[in-house]
């Protein structure tokens, strides 16, 4: 368990911040693959001060559950955006929505708040014996995809499809040879977050197999895609890596 703090915010696009926290107990985190995870702890509106847990294991949970409201405090699961041991920090990039407790918190946190970590290690994991690659995620997912392209130095053909709120969320993106990143836009608060994505990579032309797939975002369109891709193109269950981020309509726990 690792306590920080914010050193600096900075917007990236209209529903996408970057959050830099630092302190010497970045010294301990051990930098992770493409899309290393982490529990995020950070103060519910009203506290002064963060109360972690102790527990560097799965007894964690049971402990934050057992404060009391009062000190308890918000947890949620991020990707790691970049590491910086020499500075003692590491960038954690957020999407926002609505009035969430984190995006709440994002919006109006400052530098020297408190913030803390607990390592979930990597998620990203390509068997040998696979050479195309498939990235698919709404929004929650574009910082690990991101990261998968920053670092799996894998020069295989890869398609990616990134589905955003809006349009204003697509971004320039750094590629290897052989990446093609497809954009969609939802651009509609009537329409089911990770339809577009779904849709897309069911119509889509893929690499030549054997292909190793990413899948992550809102829990529909994870396993949504994970069936397609098992029932439809014959992909092994074990070449598709699905997890649901988040379900529709349902707040994480904590």
């Known amino acids: ?14 529903g996408f911040t970057t959050l830099t926290l630092g302190g010497p107990g970045i010294r301990h985190l051990v930098p992770g693959e493409a899309d290393q995870a982490v529990r995020l702890f950070f103060p519910r509106e009203g506290q002064h001060k963060l109360q972690m847990p102790t527990a560097s294991n799965e007894a964690w949970m049971v402990q934050v559950l057992r ?3 009062a000190t ?31 995006t709440s918190w994002v ?4 530098p020297g708040d408190p913030a803390g970590i ?12 696979t050479r195309g690659r498939l990235l ?6 574009l910082p690990a995809i991101l990261s998968i392209l920053d670092r799996d130095p894998n020069p295989s053909p890869t398609e990616v499809f990134v589905e955003v709120a809006t349009k204003h969320d697509i971004r320039a993106v750094p590629t290897q040879p052989g990446v093609r990143v497809h954009w969609l836009s939802r651009d509609s608060e009537s329409l089911r977050p990770g339809v577009r994505a779904l849709e897309a ?4 032309e893929l690499p030549e197999g054997p292909l190793y797939a990413w899948v992550a975002g809102e829990a529909k369109l994870a396993t949504g895609i994970r069936r397609h891709l098992v029932n439809d193109r014959g992909i092994p269950k074990r070449d598709v890596s699905f997890y ?11």
């Open 107 to 110: 919006r109006r946190v400052q």
């Open 201 to 204: 990579v069911a119509g889509a």
């Open 118 to 129: 607990f390592d979930l290690g990597s998620m990203y994991g390509p068997p040998e014996h």
């Open 244 to 254: 649901g981020y988040w379900r529709l309509g349902r707040s994480a726990p904590g």
């Open 136 to 141: 698919a995620g709404d929004e929650t997912a």
């Open 67 to 69: 404060m009391p409201k």
């Open 1 to 14: 368990m690792l306590t920080l703090e914010v050193r600096r915010c900075q917007p990236v696009s209209a």
């Open 72 to 102: 308890r405090p918000w947890v949620r699961t991020l990707t790691v955006r970049s590491l910086r041991p020499a500075e003692q920090e590491l960038d954690i990039e957020f999407a926002l929505h609505g009035d969430s407790p984190m």
